[in-house]
């Protein structure tokens, strides 16, 4: 079950008790592991967004599904009910640091002595590369996107490389605000 997790460098803590069931969990209040990782922190405007969704299940008159993560927004798909589209956006310009993750499991305890296993990887981060004025874009069943070019830390001039496997409407907003209309494949937009 955490194999994914572990596959794509995602920090988790996975926690299985075998003697509880969900309605016994929550009639005693276990959240403490969980808890422990609500500390109020908030990452604003991250370099690197994935943000893949189901477009059939988006009904704004509903005000239900996703159309925004961060500096990208207005995510529009026409992929089949039952597909998802995925935005993969990195800004150069705001560069994570590097990486180290770290793998860890053992046995794990309720407060009240309810007995468990754990499973977690953790992160070490190390250096921040230097920044550079790009980003990109990989688009899977995307058809139109908004990036916003301050909140991504791209000034004048900066490069945005789009792959896309479908025509795309790229339109960006703060300096160098524009609409782009691309065909399928590898193009460059300067800011």
Same mark, same amino acid.
């Given at each position: 079950?955490?194999?994914?997790?572990?596959?794509?460098?995602?920090?988790?803590?996975?926690?299985?008790?075998?003697?509880?069931?969900?309605?016994?969990?929550?009639?005693?209040?276990?959240?403490?592991?969980?808890?422990?990782?609500?500390?109020?922190?908030?990452?604003?405007?991250?370099?690197?967004?994935?943000?893949?969704?189901?477009?059939?299940?988006?009904?704004?008159?509903?005000?239900?599904? &996703?159309?925004? !993560?961060?500096?990208? #927004? *207005?995510?529009?798909?026409?992929?089949?009910?039952?597909?998802?589209? /995925? %935005?993969?956006?990195?800004?150069?310009?705001?560069?994570?640091?590097?990486?180290?993750?770290?793998?860890?499991?053992?046995?794990?305890?309720?407060?009240?002595?309810?007995?468990?296993?754990?499973?977690?990887?953790?992160?070490?981060?190390?250096?921040?590369?230097?920044?550079?004025?790009?980003?990109?874009?990989?688009?899977?069943?995307?058809?139109?996107?908004?990036?916003? &070019?301050?909140? !991504?830390?791209?000034? #004048? *001039?900066?490069?945005?490389?789009?792959?896309?496997?479908?025509?795309? /409407? %790229?339109?960006?907003?703060?300096?160098?605000?524009?609409?782009?209309?691309?065909?399928?494949?590898?193009?460059?937009?300067?800011?």
């Amino acid at each position: 079950m955490t194999e994914q997790f572990d596959s794509l460098g995602m920090r988790y803590r996975y926690e299985v008790y075998p003697n509880e069931d969900h309605l016994v969990w929550l009639n005693q209040d276990n959240l403490t592991t969980a808890a422990n990782y609500l500390d109020g922190t908030v990452q604003a405007d991250p370099g690197h967004i994935t943000l893949t969704w189901y477009p059939d299940l988006t009904v704004p008159k509903w005000g239900i599904g &996703t159309n925004a !993560a961060w500096w990208i #927004s *207005g995510v529009a798909s026409d992929a089949p009910a039952g597909s998802n589209a /995925t %935005v993969d956006a990195v800004s150069h310009a705001k560069p994570d640091p590097v990486v180290t993750t770290h793998e860890d499991a053992g046995p794990a305890a309720l407060a009240d002595g309810t007995p468990g296993v754990y499973r977690q990887q953790t992160w070490t981060t190390g250096a921040r590369p230097a920044a550079q004025n790009s980003a990109d874009l990989t688009l899977t069943a995307v058809k139109a996107l908004t990036v916003d &070019t301050a909140r !991504a830390g791209l000034t #004048s *001039g900066a490069v945005i490389n789009v792959h896309s496997d479908r025509d795309v /409407t %790229v339109t960006l907003s703060g300096p160098g605000a524009r609409s782009v209309h691309l065909a399928a494949g590898d193009h460059t937009i300067t800011v």
